[in-house]
């Protein structure tokens, strides 16, 4: 079945440190997959998406690479802000299922 | 456009007491979806409807029921509530785009207690 593994948090940085968020899966057929980010109270937002092997999805300095070869989808931004601080979730959507299924999620926190 | 709106935003129930959750959205999508939300799981889905007049089981059906009103409505009942049901609790909508499922958007959630 399809699964989605991610770095447990929560994740501590420094204002304009970088950030790495691991993300593997396993899936049948050609999954895509999602980043998506809950702030607190709030419901899920997408942040990003990869449909196919190599795509890239970027967005408000995040991106993530859909990598085949290694089942991975890591999250990454160059310069995190006090306003990133949110739980991250990677997903990924498998037609066969018409579902998402999600990792357990990451807590990044950013202190000033 | 609201996109997808759920209430009540919160509920505190006994155990053994009913209640529905409501969900609707205005993007015409054709799927919808419940999902539960607990600490260190993820999300994990309840139900889903695929179109309007269907609905299947999700990973963790037990205890819930859902009715797919019309395009727009999706509810979810729990008709005696349980302890192990406290959780947060997310509607979700969709539709396919070049025959694939595309992202999902969500409502606010429910946060609800069962004492």
Known sequence: GNSVTQMEGPVTLSEEAFLTINCTYTATGYPSLFWYVQYPGEGLQLLLKATKADDKGSNKGFEATYRKETTSFHLEKGSVQVSDSAVYFCALSNTGRRALTFGSGTRLQVQP | ?115
């Not at chain 2, 609707?24 to 994990?44: E, F, I, T, V």
């Open chain 2, 1 to 115: 456009n609201a996109g997808v709106t759920q209430t009540p935003k919160f509920q505190v129930l006994k155990t053994g007491q009913s209640m529905t959750l409501q969900c609707a959205q205005d993007m015409n999508h054709n799927s919808m979806y419940w999902y539960r939300q607990d600490p260190g799981m993820g999300l994990r889905l309840i139900y889903y409807s695929a179109s309007e007049g269907t609905t299947d089981k999700g990973e963790v059906p037990n205890g819930y029921n859902v009715s797919r009103l019309n395009k727009r409505e999706f509810s979810l009942r729990l008709e005696s509530a349980a302890p192990s049901q406290t959780s947060v609790y997310f509607c979700a909508s969709t539709d396919k785009v070049m025959g694939a499922y595309n992202e999902q958007f969500f409502g606010p959630g429910t946060r609800l207690t069962v004492l």
